[in-house]
Protein backbone atom coordinates (compact mmCIF):
# COMPACT_ATOMS: atom_id res chain seq x y z
CA UNK A 1 0.00 0.00 0.00
CA UNK A 2 1.10 3.30 -1.05
CA UNK A 3 0.30 6.43 2.14
CA UNK A 4 0.15 10.20 0.77
CA UNK A 5 -0.48 13.32 2.46
CA UNK A 6 -3.32 16.02 1.86
CA UNK A 7 -1.52 20.14 2.93
CA UNK A 8 -3.00 22.74 3.36
CA UNK A 9 -1.85 26.16 2.23
CA UNK A 10 1.00 26.51 4.69
CA UNK A 11 1.92 22.88 4.11
CA UNK A 12 0.34 21.21 7.58
CA UNK A 13 -0.72 17.95 6.86
CA UNK A 14 -4.56 17.62 6.86
CA UNK A 15 -5.01 13.99 6.33
CA UNK A 16 -3.30 11.19 5.73
CA UNK A 17 -4.71 7.74 2.88
CA UNK A 18 -3.57 4.54 1.97
CA UNK A 19 -3.79 3.74 -1.91
CA UNK A 20 -3.01 0.30 -3.38
CA UNK A 21 0.13 0.55 -5.13
CA UNK A 22 -1.00 -0.45 -8.27
CA UNK A 23 -2.62 3.03 -8.60
CA UNK A 24 1.29 4.72 -8.34
CA UNK A 25 2.89 2.06 -11.28
CA UNK A 26 3.45 3.23 -14.40
CA UNK A 27 3.39 1.36 -17.72
CA UNK A 28 7.16 -0.95 -16.86
CA UNK A 29 5.76 -1.10 -13.31
CA UNK A 30 7.43 1.12 -11.39
CA UNK A 31 6.08 3.30 -9.04
CA UNK A 32 6.17 7.08 -9.74
CA UNK A 33 4.73 9.76 -7.04
CA UNK A 34 2.96 11.39 -9.49
CA UNK A 35 0.56 8.93 -10.51
CA UNK A 36 -0.54 8.27 -6.74
CA UNK A 37 -0.87 12.21 -6.73
CA UNK A 38 -3.00 12.05 -9.60
CA UNK A 39 -4.99 9.43 -7.59
CA UNK A 40 -5.21 11.01 -4.74
CA UNK A 41 -6.44 14.46 -6.54
CA UNK A 42 -9.05 12.77 -8.68
CA UNK A 43 -10.59 11.33 -5.62
CA UNK A 44 -10.44 14.04 -3.55
CA UNK A 45 -9.07 17.46 -5.20
CA UNK A 46 -6.00 19.12 -2.82
CA UNK A 47 -2.53 19.45 -2.69
CA UNK A 48 -0.65 15.69 -2.28
CA UNK A 49 3.01 14.22 -1.27
CA UNK A 50 3.84 10.86 -0.97
CA UNK A 51 4.52 9.79 2.54
CA UNK A 52 5.74 5.78 3.77
CA UNK A 53 5.46 3.88 6.92
CA UNK A 54 8.59 2.85 7.50
CA UNK A 55 9.84 6.55 6.83
CA UNK A 56 11.81 5.96 3.59
CA UNK A 57 9.63 8.61 1.96
CA UNK A 58 10.55 11.83 3.60
CA UNK A 59 12.12 10.79 6.74
CA UNK A 60 8.77 9.60 8.52
CA UNK A 61 5.04 8.82 8.16
CA UNK A 62 3.22 11.96 7.78
CA UNK A 63 0.54 12.20 10.70
CA UNK A 64 -2.25 14.88 10.93
CA UNK A 65 -0.85 18.45 11.75
CA UNK A 66 3.02 17.79 10.52
CA UNK A 67 4.38 20.47 8.69
CA UNK A 68 5.37 19.26 5.16
CA UNK A 69 9.27 20.88 4.54
CA UNK A 70 9.76 21.38 0.87
CA UNK A 71 13.36 22.38 1.29
CA UNK A 72 14.73 19.18 3.00
CA UNK A 73 11.67 17.03 1.27
CA UNK A 74 10.67 15.71 5.17
CA UNK A 75 7.50 15.66 7.14
CA UNK A 76 8.01 17.16 10.20
CA UNK A 77 5.80 16.38 13.67
CA UNK A 78 3.77 19.26 15.57
CA UNK A 79 6.09 21.08 18.33
CA UNK A 80 4.19 19.16 21.97
CA UNK A 81 5.48 21.85 24.04
CA UNK A 82 6.17 26.02 22.92
CA UNK A 83 9.63 25.55 25.15
CA UNK A 84 10.56 22.83 23.13
CA UNK A 85 12.89 23.38 20.03
CA UNK A 86 13.54 21.67 16.54
CA UNK A 87 16.91 20.35 16.27
CA UNK A 88 18.22 20.87 12.79
CA UNK A 89 20.28 17.91 12.60
CA UNK A 90 17.74 15.21 13.53
CA UNK A 91 14.37 17.71 12.61
CA UNK A 92 12.74 16.42 16.05
CA UNK A 93 11.55 18.31 18.95
CA UNK A 94 14.10 18.45 22.02
CA UNK A 95 12.98 19.69 25.32
CA UNK A 96 14.72 22.45 26.75
CA UNK A 97 15.99 20.36 29.80
CA UNK A 98 17.03 17.13 29.42
CA UNK A 99 15.38 14.06 30.35
CA UNK A 100 16.84 13.25 34.29
CA UNK A 101 17.40 10.06 34.78
CA UNK A 102 17.04 6.74 32.54
CA UNK A 103 14.59 4.21 34.27
CA UNK A 104 12.71 7.08 35.61
CA UNK A 105 9.24 7.54 34.98
CA UNK A 106 8.65 11.51 34.15
CA UNK A 107 6.47 14.20 32.79
CA UNK A 108 7.10 17.32 30.91
CA UNK A 109 5.32 20.15 32.77
CA UNK A 110 5.29 23.02 30.44
CA UNK A 111 4.16 25.58 33.12
CA UNK A 112 7.86 24.76 35.10
CA UNK A 113 9.77 23.86 31.65
CA UNK A 114 10.82 21.01 33.71
CA UNK A 115 10.68 16.84 33.71
CA UNK A 116 8.38 16.36 36.78
CA UNK A 117 7.66 12.96 38.76
CA UNK A 118 4.36 11.48 38.25
Known amino acids: MANFAE ?19 DENGQEVEALGVAFCQGLFGGNW ?10 KRLAGIG ?3 DSERDIFIAEKPFPSWILNEETTEW ?8 VGQLYFWNEDLVQWVRP
Open 7 to 25: LDDNNVVLRVVCIHNNECL
Open 66 to 68: YTY
Open 94 to 101: EPPVEYPE
Open 49 to 58: VQTSFNGTIR
